[in-house]
Every structure is written in structure tokens, then in C-alpha cells.
């Protein structure tokens, strides 16, 4: 029996996203260098309906926007008594939201790990 895992690796945004899609449901959030960037984070707001949530550092606050279109199924509660998750752990236990994708061929537009890492590259050298 075949098993569908959907993509097995997670695809980047350049506004430093991350998302990982297993059967048709992506599980997001920012990535290490946006937390670094951020620095603390003090506060997070999940995405609900309208899928924006916001994020508030000791530096900033940014609002989240899901990499992909879609449904948000789940939100990481955990956040809300830890924000510090994100910066502990951003693409692992920090995770926002998942999201139903309503266009998987979406994720075609993002970028791979590889990619990834020289765009984050350029932007430390400007």
C-alpha cells in the first residue's frame, strides 16, 4: 500500500517562512533567521480565520501570513503561555499554524533549504 506524504521537505518564503505539507496539510511558521532577527519574542498571535497572525519581539512586530493558500485547521496554543518557543525552537516545537492547502501547486513557487540559505546569505551582505 502507498502511503501520499505530500512533500517531505519544507519550502521557504522570502519573507522567512517556513512550511512542511504532509497529505494535503502544511504546518508553518518563521524560520531561525527570523527569530534571530526578531531577537525575544514577547508575545505571538496565531492565525485564525482570516489567517494573518502577528508577532511581537523586544525589537518588532510583524504580522504572519500563511506561505500558501488555504484553511487554518490548527493553531499552536502552546504559544500563547510561550512565546519564547519560537526562538527556542522556530521550525520545530514554534511552529503557528496548519493549513489545508487549497493549491498545492503553490508550493512550487517556494524556495527549497538550498535556496534558502543564499537568500538569507544576500541579505546579511547588504
Known amino acids: 500500500m502507498t502511503v501520499f506524504r505530500g512533500y517531505a521537505t519544507k519550502k521557504y518564503t522570502l519573507d522567512h517562512e517556513w512550511i512542511s505539507v504532509d497529505n494535503g496539510v502544511g504546518t508553518f511558521g518563521i524560520t531561525d533567521y527570523a527569530q ?15 489567517a494573518v497572525g502577528a508577532i511581537e519581539s523586544v525589537k518588532a512586530a510583524s504580522d504572519v501570513y500563511p506561505p500558501v493558500s488555504g484553511e487554518i485547521v490548527d493553531v499552536n496554543e502552546a504559544l500563547s503561555s510561550d512565546p519564547t518557543l519560537i526562538n527556542s525552537s522556530p521550525e520545530e516545537e514554534g511552529w503557528l499554524a496548519k493549513i489545508k492547502l487549497s493549491n498545492e501547486s503553490e508550493l512550487d513557487g517556494l524556495m527549497d533549504e538550498k535556496a534558502y540559505e ?9
Not at 41 to 50: D, L, M, N, R
Not at 118 to 126: I, L, W
Request: proline share 4%.
Open 36 to 50: 534571530k532577527s526578531l531577537g525575544d519574542i514577547v508575545y505571538v498571535e496565531t492565525p485564525a480565520v482570516a
Open 118 to 126: 543564499a537568500h538569507c546569505e544576500a541579505s546579511e551582505d547588504h
